[in-house]
C-alpha cells in the first residue's frame, strides 16, 4: 500500500489530477449503475392509433376561386350571343352574329380525405330554364402554340375539340379566401389572372338524375311526392313553378383523381339553356339554384 | 480507513500543489500546517464521499426492491406487480415490424412487443387470458381504425399484484406523435411500392420529437416540402397531445334528459393517475379503467351548463346554477377540472390564441385600469364567458384549426403508459 502511496506521490502534477479524476469517475460510476437501474424498474405499456386525415368538401367556382365568381346573374335570353373560345362572336352566313341559347357556368367540388359525394342541385322554375350539368376537364392553353415548349401535353386543350365545349375562364386576383387547399397538378397562384380553358364532357353526368321532375326537362317538379311534403306539408296552394326541382349525382372518386395528398379538385359545367317558352315570358323573374355536395364513402 | 498514515495520504491525494516547498527553518511548524490541510482535505472527502453513499442509498429507496429473507432462501423481488392487457388484437400492426410472428413496435422509448400469454382471474374470480411483460403492446376488441376528433376508446391495461400485500401504483400517460413523410425521388416524384397489388406511395415513419427530428427524416427521404414545414409538424404533435384527454370513468350517457347526458367522470388532467389495490389480490388481474377522447369541440369542453351553442355530449357533467354560483367549488367538480385544463395548456388546445383580439379591441382589453392584464389573462377570460356567441365562435376557430392541423400533420400516435410502485 505505502508503496503505492509513495508512486502516487512522486507522478507529476497533471498525472496526479488525471489519476484523481478516474478514481472519482469509477466510484461515481459504480453508485451510478443502481439508480439507472431504477429506470428500468417500471413497466410500459403502448398503443398505436392512426390518425384520420380530415375530410372537407367544398363547392367553388372555377381553379377553387371563391363562389362570389360562379355568377348566374343577369341571363338576357334575347341579347346573348355565341363566342369563340378566344371572345369574338360568332357569326352566321350573312355576318351576323349568332343568337345564342345556352350559358355555361363553370364550378368546382374540391376537398380531402374522400371516396365519394354526392353532388346536388335544386333550383326553382320561374323562368323555365333548363339545366344540366356536365363534367369538365381544365387546361391551362388553348393550343400547343400558346404553351412554352416544354408544356406537358395534358395542359393544352387536345387538338380538334369542338371549339362549342370549350369555356373559357379568366382568373380572378385575391380569389382564394374560402378555399385554400392546393392540389397536387392543379394547384393556383395568388394573383394570378390568366386564362383557364375548360372542356365540357360530351355527356351529362352519368350518374345524375332529377328525383321529383319526369320528362326531358328541368320542370315542372312533381308535388305529392316526399319532397314536397318535406318542404311544404300539407299545404297544397303553392305555385308550381316555386317547387324545387331535386337533381342529384353520386360521384365515386378515381384513385388517379386523388393526389398524395389525399385532395382532389373536380371541375363541372352548369348548361342553362332555353328556348321557345322563353319567349312567351313577358316577366324578368327570378331563379334561385343551391348546389350542396355530401360526403359519402362509396 | 483506519490507517493514520492511509488517511494523511488521501489527504496528500487531493492536494492541488507541492509547488511551493515549506520553509525548512522550522519543521514542526510545517508539519502542523500539512496536518491541517490535510484535515480539511480530509473533510472535502468525506462529504464527497457521503454524497455519494447518499445518491446511492437513495437509488436503493427509489429501486423499490425488496430483499426478502426466508429461512435460507434470499429472494430478491423488483416491482410488486405485472402489468397485463387482453383483447382479440393490437392496432395497426402493419406498421411494426415483426420478428417470427410477433409484434414488436421500435421506438425512442423503448422497445414494445406482444407480452407473453398466460391465464389469470380478475377479481370476480372469472377466468381470462392476458398478455404480460415489460413493455407490452395494448390489445382491443372493436374499435374505429382510424381515429379523428369525437373518436373516443378505453385502454385494456390491467395489473396483477405478486404479492398478497395492498399496494399503490402510479400510472402515466403520455401521447407521443408520429409523422409519415412520403419519399421522393431526384425529380421530387413520390416514390412507390406496391402492396397487395394496389401502387401506393413508399413513407417512412418518424417520432415527431422536434424540428431537426423532421428535418432530418424529410431530408432522408427526399421530400423538402415536409422539410419546409417542419415547425407545423411540431405544433400539430403539440395540439394532439392537448386535444386527446383521459378519465377515470364512464359518463352518464343515455340519460332520459338528453340535457343532462355527459360522457365522462374524473378527468385525468395531471396525466397521472394513483391507484390502490386492496390486500388479498394476488395473481388477479384488476382492471386499471383509463378512457381517452379525443375532444371534437371546444363546446364539449369550455360550457358551464347546457348551451344551445354547443354541438355534441359534454365531456363531464354540466355544472348546476348552485355550483355555478359558488365558484370555486371545493372540492373541484369535474367541470371546473377540464375548463381549468384549457386555461392551463391554451398553447397545445388552441392554434394562435394568442392572435384572437387585434388592434384597438386588443389595447382595451390589454390595458384594462387600474389592473392591465396579460393576453392570456384575457384569453382566460374569454373562456370564463364562452356564453357570448363571440367568444365562442373565436375561440372555436382556434380550437378546430388546431385539429386540422393535427389531421394533416400527424398520421399515427401512440398512447404510452408507464406503470409504477406508488409510496
Redesign the interface.
Known amino acids: 500500500m505505502k508503496k503505492i502511496i509513495k508512486k502516487f506521490k512522486e507522478l507529476p502534477l497533471s498525472k496526479k489530477i488525471q489519476l484523481s479524476a478516474a478514481v472519482f469517475m469509477t466510484m461515481v460510476f459504480i453508485t451510478a449503475i443502481p439508480v439507472y437501474a431504477w429506470f428500468t424498474n417500471q413497466k410500459k405499456a403502448a398503443e398505436m392509433f392512426k390518425v384520420m386525415y380530415p375530410n372537407a368538401l367544398y363547392i367553388n367556382a372555377a381553379h377553387r376561386e371563391d363562389r362570389i365568381n360562379f355568377e348566374l346573374d343577369g341571363i338576357d335570353v334575347d341579347n346573348t350571343y355565341a363566342e369563340r373560345p378566344d371572345g369574338t362572336l360568332l357569326t352566321d352566313g350573312d355576318g351576323k352574329p349568332i343568337k345564342k341559347t345556352k350559358k355555361y357556368y363553370i364550378f368546382s367540388v374540391s376537398g380531402s380525405n374522400a371516396n365519394g359525394y354526392i353532388l346536388q342541385m335544386a333550383h326553382t322554375n320561374n323562368n323555365l330554364f333548363n339545366y344540366k350539368i356536365y363534367d369538365a376537364t381544365q387546361y391551362d392553353y388553348l393550343t400547343g402554340a400558346d404553351a412554352p415548349d416544354d408544356t406537358p401535353t395534358d395542359k393544352i386543350v387536345p387538338s380538334g375539340t369542338d371549339t362549342e365545349r370549350i369555356i373559357p375562364y379568366t382568373l380572378h386576383a385575391d380569389s382564394h379566401n374560402e378555399n385554400t387547399i392546393q392540389v397536387v397538378g392543379d394547384e393556383y397562384v395568388d394573383g394570378e389572372t390568366s386564362t383557364k380553358y375548360y372542356v365540357r364532357a360530351e355527356n351529362t353526368v352519368s350518374s345524375g338524375e332529377y328525383k321529383n321532375v319526369s320528362g326531358n326537362k328541368s320542370y315542372p317538379a312533381n308535388t305529392g311526392n316526399k319532397y314536397y311534403t318535406k318542404t311544404y306539408g300539407s299545404n297544397t296552394n303553392v305555385d308550381t313553378y316555386s317547387v324545387p326541382s331535386y337533381w342529384q349525382a353520386r360521384v365515386t372518386l378515381q384513385n388517379t383523381e386523388i393526389d398524395g395528398n389525399k385532395q382532389f379538385c373536380k371541375y363541372y359545367i352548369l348548361e342553362v339553356s332555353w328556348g321557345s317558352e322563353q319567349d312567351t315570358q313577358e316577366d324578368k323573374e327570378t331563379d334561385m339554384i343551391y348546389f350542396s355536395v355530401e360526403r359519402t364513402n362509396g | 480507513m483506519n490507517d493514520n ?2 488517511k494523511y ?1 488521501i489527504g ?3 492536494h492541488a ?3 511551493y516547498p515549506p520553509p525548512p527553518s522550522d519543521k514542526q511548524k510545517e508539519s502542523e500546517q500539512n496536518r491541517r490541510k490535510s484535515l480539511v482535505k480530509l473533510i472535502i472527502i468525506g462529504i ?1 464521499l457521503l454524497i ?2 447518499i ?2 442509498a ?3 429507496f ?4 425488496q430483499v426478502e429473507s426466508s429461512g435460507m432462501n434470499i429472494k430478491t423481488a ?2 410488486p ?3 397485463a ?1 387482453k383483447g382479440a388484437s ?3 400492426t402493419d ?2 415490424s415483426t420478428s417470427d410472428g410477433k409484434y414488436i ?1 421500435n ?1 425512442r ?2 422497445i ?1 412487443s406482444e407480452g407473453k400469454l398466460g391465464t389469470f382471474e380478475n377479481q370476480a374470480g372469472t377466468s381470462g387470458t392476458y398478455y404480460t ?6 390489445r ?1 376488441d372493436t374499435g374505429a ?4 376528433p369525437d ?1 373516443s376508446g378505453e ?1 385494456s ?1 390491467y395489473v396483477i399484484p405478486k404479492s398478497d400485500d395492498a399496494m399503490k401504483v402510479k400510472v402515466s400517460l403520455n401521447v407521443v406523435a408520429f409523422a409519415e413523410i ?1 419519399k421522393k425521388d431526384a425529380q421530387g416524384k ?1 416514390v412507390t411500392k406496391v402492396v397487395d397489388g394496389k401502387t401506393v ?1 413508399d413513407t417512412v415513419l418518424v417520432e415527431i420529437t422536434d424540428e431537426a427530428a423532421i428535418r432530418t427524416a424529410a431530408a432522408n427521404a427526399g421530400n423538402t416540402e415536409v422539410a419546409d414545414s417542419a415547425s407545423d409538424y411540431v405544433s400539430a404533435a403539440n395540439y ?1 397531445k392537448g386535444h386527446i384527454m383521459f378519465f377515470g370513468g364512464r359518463g352518464d350517457t343515455t340519460n332520459e334528459t338528453e340535457s343532462l347526458r355527459y360522457s365522462y367522470v374524473t378527468p385525468y388532467t395531471t396525466r397521472t393517475i394513483s391507484k390502490s389495490i386492496t390486500a388479498n389480490n394476488e395473481g388477479k388481474a384488476i382492471q386499471v379503467p383509463i378512457y381517452w377522447m379525443w375532444t371534437n369541440t371546444l363546446g364539449q369542453i369550455a360550457f358551464k351548463k347546457n348551451n344551445s351553442l354547443r354541438n355534441g355530449m359534454p365531456v363531464v357533467a354540466d355544472m348546476t346554477d348552485a355550483q355555478i354560483a359558488a365558484i370555486p367549488n371545493d372540492p373541484v367538480t369535474d367541470k371546473e377540472k377540464v375548463i381549468q385544463y384549457l386555461k392551463d395548456n391554451k398553447n397545445s388546445v388552441l392554434k394562435d390564441w394568442n392572435d384572437i383580439l387585434t388592434g384597438d379591441e386588443l389595447l382595451q382589453t390589454l390595458n384594462t385600469n387600474p389592473n392591465p392584464k396579460t393576453i392570456s389573462e384575457v384569453v382566460d377570460g374569454l373562456i370564463d364567458n364562452i356564453d357570448n356567441t363571440n367568444n365562442f365562435n373565436r375561440l372555436s376557430e382556434c380550437y378546430n384549426a388546431a ?2 392541423l ?3 400533420k ?11 410502485a406508488d409510496t
Open positions: 498514515n492511509l495520504n496528500e491525494l487531493a500543489s507541492a509547488s464527497m455519494v453513499i445518491v446511492s437513495l437509488s436503493w427509489t429501486m423499490n426492491t423488483t416491482l406487480f405485472d402489468i392487457t393490437i392496432r395497426n406498421i411494426m413496435l421506438t422509448n423503448g414494445y411483460g415489460d413493455s407490452i403492446l395494448l382491443y381504425s382510424e381515429i379523428g373518436d385502454l391495461l412520403e413520390t406511395p394532439l385539429d386540422f393535427i389531421g394533416t400527424v398520421a399515427y400516435f401512440m398512447i404510452e403508459v408507464t406503470v409504477e
